[in-house]
């Protein structure tokens, strides 16, 4: 069968192929780690189990609003309001199934063939993809350890042409681990301010997933000149460990939310009621078990952070939030024969070390591997130990 051109523009998402392969091995029988894996290894909240069982029985099991249930854009709007003190309307919020639709809808609402999006680079896998599918031409900007993986204003500017169009920012980030603070949006924010042209997305989904040493800090807090061009994206998935309800919602201007729900009227209509229903519980309930997930992460990412950099050839930078480390193995590469890049090094660690981690050029940034810690401790200590070993037993002396 012929299929669409499009198709030939884009790959697989790496991350979800690191996570099949790893799952197939050890469903094989192979005694596999993955580490490929981005999401919470941890229970969903009860109290979100417990809405969605309630939504099956009081039978909110048919279609709902196509931009999200009123009680789950409430809990929405309360979350805006409490944690970045942000305030919308409904008409400015709509629901999709997981940020992935959302933010994926929201390009095929903004974007025109030949439209540039400028990505920061590293990025998670899916955004160049993303904007080739709506159509758009990813511009892609380098941010290297040595700037903290942050694009600056001054890359940005050099950037900027008469077709760029939107800027994707994703903070704490996939894969990096590092958040702006309040000054370095402000400083993109005042290059922005001087071209209406461009609209911003920011990514916030690992916004409760944060121990930076300021307090997290959403783009449209810290530049609130530019709201009426700004949309913030985020979900259920990590905060609340809800990776497979798959909701997530994007906050923006009344007109580009009003383009999405056509969008989503045409295609997938609302998401799932019963998730929504779960999504909103979780929301407007308890938080500590946010609070939990996030301490032991934390402890999680400064042991890692620690034993990867006592490993010859690796080198890796301690980060603000998120669950994963992104470290350099730029010299085990060289050092090792016959290895080439960072795909070639992924693939000899699944070998040597059964160890399934991402490769860093999926991510725009060659020489760098992905590793989540989203796996209990003894999982983490077992996969780095296998690292090492591998790594001592083969890098010449
Ligand atoms: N943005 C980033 C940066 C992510 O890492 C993810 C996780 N896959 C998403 C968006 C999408 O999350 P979901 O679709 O599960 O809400
Ligand atoms: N965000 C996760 C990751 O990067 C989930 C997989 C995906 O959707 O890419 O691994």
Known sequence: ????????????????????????????????????????????????????????????????????????????????????????????????????????????????????????????????????????????????????????????????????????????????????????????????????????????????????????????????????RTMIVNGVSKAFAMTGWRIGYLAGPEGLVTAMRKIQSQSTSNACSIAQAAAAAALNGDQTSVSLMRDEFKQRHDWITKALNDIPGVECKPCDGAFYVFPSFAEAIIALPGIEDDGAMAEWLLEHAQVAVVPGSPFGAPGHLRLSYAAAMDVLQQAVTRIRDALEKNLPA
């Open 1 to 228: 069968m012929r299929l669409a051109d499009r198709l030939q523009q884009i790959k697989p998402s790496a991350t979800l192929a690191v996570a099949a392969k790893a799952a197939e091995l050890k469903a094989a029988g192979h005694d596999v780690i993955g580490l490929g894996t981005g999401e919470p290894d941890f229970p969903t909240p009860p109290a979100a189990c417990d809405a969605a069982i309630a939504a099956m029985q009081n039978g909110q099991t048919k279609y709902t609003a196509v931009d999200g249930t009123s009680e789950l854009k409430s809990a929405i709007i309360a979350k805006f309001k409490r944690d970045n003190s942000l305030l919308y309307s409904p008409s400015e919020i709509i629901v999709s199934t997981g940020a992935k639709q959302a933010l994926f809808n929201m390009l095929l609402a903004l974007i025109n063939p030949g439209d540039e999006v400028l990505i920061p680079t590293p990025c998670w896998v899916s955004y160049p993809d993303m904007v080739r599918l709506a159509g758009g031409v990813p511009v892609e900007l380098y941010a290297s350890d040595r700037q903290n993986f942050k694009v600056t204003a001054a890359q940005l500017e050099q950037a900027i042409t008469p077709k760029t169009r939107l800027l994707m920012l994703n903070s704490p980030s996939n894969p990096t681990g590092m958040a702006y603070s309040k000054a370095e949006y402000q400083a993109l924010g005042e290059l922005l301010a001087r071209h209406p042209e461009i609209s911003i997305s920011s990514d916030e989904i690992y916004e409760h997933i944060y121990w930076g040493t300021e307090p997290f800090i959403s783009f449209a807090s810290a530049c609130p000149e530019l709201r009426d």
